[in-house]
């Protein structure tokens, strides 16, 4: 079946309004294995710095040097239908595909000057939330949903920067102990106040509709398996 990639390369064949407004669409590299997004973003779509909720470039984080004038997963769920068939949840997967992109950005934008990634800075947050400021590196893991070989290296790069130290565990000496340092802390909160301050660039949503989509989105988790 053909990818949402391909389906919107049929505008720049057909001679639609979107090759002819648009041009070729940045970044695409072919429609085999890449999604709408993949087609509609490339390396020339960054903004210079992470602008704050309600200014007039927040709402653009990842956009393409000008913002098109219409919107390209509409515009490829209408090719879907007409080439392919039903086009819902093509359109429902690409807009969550490219609006995570929107939000790492803008997570990434505030982490960065941190020193911290996103993976980082929620590896300190648990432990920050941990009884003790500690946790088993196997809990983590099954926490934050990572491979285990994911996890030893995010706690190697935080140990490395002296915000979490190893040390074992008091009954279990098969199990290590990651502990949360005070540099650590004090690092978790400015980082926190940093994505705060930007909403985790989750933008145009009000309080009820966040709580939606967050329910939403929930439901597809769980039918997925992430959670009993």
């Not at 020339?44 to 992470?50: L, R």
């Not at 941990?130 to 590196?137: E, F, H, I, S, Y």
């Not at 996890?151 to 102990?177: K, Y």
């Not at 340092?181 to 009820?208: N, P, Q, S």
């Amino acid at each position: 079946m053909r990818t949402a990639s391909a389906t919107a390369s049929l505008t720049e064949s057909v001679g639609s309004p979107a090759a002819d407004a648009s041009g070729p669409i940045p970044g695409r590299a072919g429609p085999d294995g890449a999604t709408l997004n993949a087609t509609i973003t490339g390396p020339e779509c960054q903004v210079a710095s992470a602008p704050r909720p309600g200014s007039a470039r927040f709402g653009s984080l990842m956009a393409t040097a000008a913002p098109l004038p219409f919107d390209p997963i509409e515009r490829a769920a209408s090719l879907w239908s007409q080439r392919i068939g039903p086009s819902s949840t093509m359109a429902a997967v690409t807009s969550v595909m490219r609006v995570q992109q929107i939000l790492q950005y803008a997570v990434d934008s505030a982490l960065r000057p941190l020193g911290l990634t996103f993976a980082r800075y929620e590896a300190l947050v648990l432990l920050r939330f941990a009884r003790d400021g500690a946790l088993p590196m196997s809990k983590m893991g099954q926490r934050l949903q990572l491979h285990p070989t994911s996890i030893t290296n995010i706690v190697d790069r935080l140990e490395r920067s002296e915000l979490v130290r190893r040390r074992p565990h008091p009954t279990d000496g098969r199990t290590t102990l990651v502990e949360i340092t005070d540099g650590g802390r004090a690092l978790g909160e400015r980082a926190t106040t940093a994505v705060t301050a930007v909403d985790f660039g989750l933008v145009g949503l009000d309080d009820a509709e966040v709580a939606t989509l967050t329910a939403l989105l929930a439901r597809v988790r769980h039918a997925a398996g992430d959670f009993t």
